[in-house]
């Protein structure tokens, strides 16, 4: 790629592969012959995280502007929303199983709801029993214990849950993985050992 690239997504099928550059812009690749299908710029910094919807019909696009674009797949990523109530800069996102619900996480420690497709931000009462298709958000009573003590939101950088196995891996400031049972509401449930690989 001529930018540097910052973050990947693929979507649920594995043909499209969607790549978040330095520059503030976004391109998606058709997998089998990897050419461009579409390469978008909306936004002057860096696309930190960027996912498919499980339907594959909408990519939500999060950028260091605070903001998160959301493009419909089938008008050739025409933007149809916008997530604009973020203070800070994206750092994780999620979809809903049924793809109607995003989360955001930002660089305040901030973790917002909206309603998709248009973006519209709805209440943490309203989020309640919504059912998330991907676990990646470090902000949440679901993810509480994942926290050392004295620690801030810049401590942790990835989380990814498995919900089928009920665990949580996470990667943190010194270059640990930790293994939590999930959700991890209590602190102190992780297995302290060094580790090579994470499947």
């Known amino acids: 790629?001529?930018?540097?690239?910052?973050?990947?997504?693929?979507?649920?099928?594995?043909?499209?592969?969607?790549?978040?550059?330095?520059?503030?812009?976004?391109?998606?690749?058709?997998?089998?012959?990897?050419?461009?299908?579409?390469?978008?710029?909306?936004r002057k910094e860096v696309i930190h995280e960027l996912k498919f919807s499980p339907d594959s019909s909408f990519l939500a696009v999060g950028s260091n502007d605070g903001l998160v674009d959301i493009?419909?797949?089938?008008?050739?990523?025409?933007?149809?929303?916008e997530c604009s109530r973020s203070t800070s800069f994206i750092t994780h996102l999620d979809w809903s199983v049924d793809s109607r619900f995003l989360q955001t996480n930002d660089g305040t420690g901030e973790r917002l709801f909206y309603r998709m497709p248009a973006g519209k931000?709805?209440?943490?009462?309203?989020?309640?029993?919504?059912?998330?298709?991907?676990w990646t958000g470090i902000i949440g009573p679901e993810v509480n214990?994942?926290?050392?003590?004295?620690?801030?939101?810049?401590?942790?950088?990835?989380?990814?849950?498995?919900?089928?196995?009920?665990?949580?891996?996470?990667?943190?400031?010194?270059?640990?993985?930790?293994?939590?049972?999930?959700?991890c509401l209590k602190k102190g449930l992780y297995h302290p050992s060094n580790s090579r690989n994470i499947w």
């Open 1 to 42: 790629m001529e930018e540097s690239v910052r973050s990947v997504s693929f979507n649920n099928d594995g043909s499209q592969l969607a790549l978040g550059m330095r520059d503030g812009s976004f391109t998606v690749l058709r997998v089998r012959d990897m050419t461009e299908v579409v390469h978008i710029k909306d």
């Open 121 to 134: 931000l709805i209440l943490k009462e309203e989020a309640k029993g919504i059912h998330w298709m991907t």
């Open 71 to 81: 493009y419909a797949v089938a008008q050739r990523f025409k933007k149809v929303g």
């Open 145 to 183: 214990g994942i926290w050392p003590k004295y620690s801030n939101v810049t401590n942790v950088n990835s989380v990814h849950a498995n919900y089928s196995s009920a665990v949580l891996v996470t990667g943190d400031d010194l270059g640990l993985i930790k293994l939590f049972r999930f959700p």
